[in-house]
């Protein structure tokens, strides 16, 4: 559908890559299945396509919203959807249903979750509800911190790629790395690591956590004193005074990097499509 609507508008991948802030070989991925088109991918190219983001993800004729409240639009000559919109403001949380074991809890009430541990244990609330069974934690760390992203769009033989400090753009963090400074993400380039991570895949790092041996891991290596950084997307095997070594699964095989060439080891946490 993207390839569809880019030609309708005239655009190359290049330029509608331009558009959207990103780079041709990302267009060309999204274009052929390769990637996952995902809601924040919608959002960037839908404006540029002359469509709703709805409708890039879910087809033309969908009547789906977004959470942000975002509508898909009718497509031109069809029928406006007779199915009513949701509420501006749905409340998130369970309903408060009676049971012959619990009597009347109520778990969750708008966005805020209700909680007694601050009670003594026999008291009740002043609502008359039961107390809470559970206490809550801490709330959920921020869902719109975002991380850069480094990589190339083609690797080397091993798949690795020049890490310069050049970001190729930004995206959101997954929980477990939105309070990390340092934390960071990686395209991955060729095929050396499937079938683990494959080619253009994106892997989130992070700096700060120990590795340990059969962990996945971000390497930098500099052969050269003025040369460039290169990176590895590889599993961690042993890292000593004299070696570092890693290891690839396609095909097979350990690679050696003399310590003092070694620049950083860091920990992948997570993988995936964006």
Excluded at 53 to 81: K, N, T, V, Y
Excluded at 209 to 214: A, I, L, Q, S
Excluded at 238 to 258: C, D, G, I, M, T
């Amino acid at each position: 559908m993207i390839r569809t609507l880019r030609e309708a508008r005239g655009l190359t991948q290049a330029q509608l890559a331009e558009l959207a802030a990103t780079s041709q070989p990302q267009i060309r991925r999204l274009e052929a299945g390769e990637r996952q088109l995902s809601k924040e991918w919608a959002q960037r190219l839908a404006p540029h396509l002359g469509v709703a983001a709805a409708q890039l993800m879910f087809g033309e004729d969908s009547d789906l919203r977004f959470p942000s409240g975002e509508a898909a639009l009718p497509a031109p000559g069809s029928r406006q959807s007779t199915h009513p919109a949701p509420p501006a403001e749905t409340p998130v949380g369970y309903s408060e249903k009676k049971s012959a074991s619990t009597g009347g809890i109520r778990v969750a009430s708008g966005m805020h979750m209700q909680s007694n541990g601050d009670r003594s244990q026999g008291e009740r609330p002043a609502t008359g509800l039961s107390p809470a069974n559970a206490r809550l934690g801490d709330t959920l760390p921020d869902p719109s911190v975002k991380i850069p992203v480094y990589g190339q769009a083609v690797g080397g033989i091993d798949g690795e790629f020049v890490m310069n400090g050049d970001r190729l753009e930004d995206v959101f963090a997954p929980p477990s790395l939105s309070s990390v400074a340092e934390a960071y993400a990686v395209y991955v380039a060729g095929e050396s690591m499937e079938p683990r991570y494959f080619d253009g895949e994106i892997v989130f790092v992070n700096p700060m956590k120990r590795v340990r041996r059969g962990d996945f891991v971000v390497a930098q290596i500099q052969a050269e004193e003025h040369g460039p950084k290169l990176a590895y997307v590889k599993r961690f095997v042993r890292w000593n005074a004299q070696v570092l070594v890693l290891s690839q699964y396609n095909p097979e095989k350990e690679l050696h990097f003399a310590a003092s060439q070694v620049v950083s080891v860091h920990l992948v946490v997570m993988g995936g499509a964006v």
